[in-house]
């Protein structure tokens, strides 16, 4: 396949081929203007980049330091990574993201679990599914969130921006609807959440229009420091079903997982509506200070069953 140019293609879209050159340009195009139509990164924020050693991690670490010099702006930025205490797949994550950090002159916050919680996720997962039936994914998230949060605004950022690409959101919105979370769903989206609270520091997702194809082929051409390994809990989930089944459809009708985001785009100024009449006011975990959503925040019950 050919690019418009006729030089060699390295990707075909819906609309076309592209050689390399012209894809990077589309690529952080798409990125860039997702930024400006949604306000993500503006002159007076700190921002708090969640980084893995990923490859969506390391491009929005690369493109958001590259929007700010492109904008001129003085914003502050720094990267901020939670290791969970997975063996054989997080030391090499954050071996690549600090060598990255490290070349491109990006301050590095690492926050391990194994000296908040006093578990690893490896740890914690055994004794916890032994009498909940918890897989290892719902611990991680629930500390991943408690920690970014909590350590993002004690650096005091003003924004966290996560590499959630459109392949992560479609997967989100087909769980929720399969799990009938429509107040859930509503905290989807460009911007996450649906209000704002002085314990929570808003999290953006720039590359919330791009494919995990197109990101995997993005980090690859611009030769950064990953070595695409995959969590060994990854296919313990819901999740890894809905990607397996989004993929095949993906497969047989081009466009379904855009399909899914533009559909659920449309509706979500009404799911936003209906889940602020729904949502109980935002309360302070009475163990940690935290904020929650009930009197004991998710990560103090998951503290209590280590117990």
């Known amino acids: 396949m050919l690019c418009h140019c006729q030089k060699p293609a390295v990707i075909t879209l819906q609309h076309g081929s592209l050689c ?12 860039f203007k997702t930024i400006k139509r949604y306000q993500l990164i ?3 924020d700190t921002l708090c980049i969640a980084a893995s050693g990923g490859k969506d991690s390391l491009t929005i670490l690369y493109l958001a330091q590259k929007y700010l010099q492109k904008n001129n702006f003085n914003t502050p930025l720094f990267a901020l990574a939670i290791d969970e205490g997975i063996k ?21 916050n690492v926050i391990a679990a194994k000296k908040e919680f006093n578990y690893t996720l490896d740890q914690a997962y055994p004794k916890i599914n032994k009498d909940t039936k918890k897989k290892p994914c719902n611990i991680c998230g629930v500390w991943r969130r408690y920690l970014l949060n909590k350590y993002a605004r004690k650096l005091n950022a003003t924004k966290v921006i996560t590499g959630h690409n459109l392949d992560d ?8 609807i399969f799990k009938a979370n429509t107040d859930l769903a509503a905290h989807l989206g460009p911007i996450s959440g649906i209000n704002e609270h002085e314990l929570f520091v808003q999290r953006v997702k720039p590359l919330y229009f791009c494919t995990e194809k197109e990101t995997k082929l993005y980090s690859l051409i611009k030769k950064f420091p990953v070595q695409f390994i995959e969590c060994p809990y990854a296919n313990e989930g819901l999740r890894s079903n809905i990607r397996d089944m989004l993929n095949d459809f993906e497969t047989k009708y081009k466009g379904t997982k855009q399909g899914i985001i533009n559909s659920f785009l449309a509706l979500l100024p ?15 975990c009475q163990q940690c200070q935290e904020p929650a959503h009930q009197n004991i925040c998710n990560t103090c019950k998951i503290q209590s069953l280590l117990r």
Not at 270 to 284: R, S, T
């Open 20 to 31: 390399q050159l012209h894809f990077l340009n589309y690529f952080e195009d798409k990125v």
């Open 270 to 284: 009404l799911l936003k509506l209906q889940a602020k009449n729904n949502a109980n006011e935002i309360k302070v």
């Open 88 to 108: 054989n797949y997080r030391k090499s994550t954050l071996k690549d993201l600090k060598q990255f950090c490290k070349d491109y002159s990006i301050k590095l």
């Open 42 to 44: 503006e002159k007076n």
């Open 169 to 176: 959101e479609a997967q989100a919105i087909i769980m929720n």
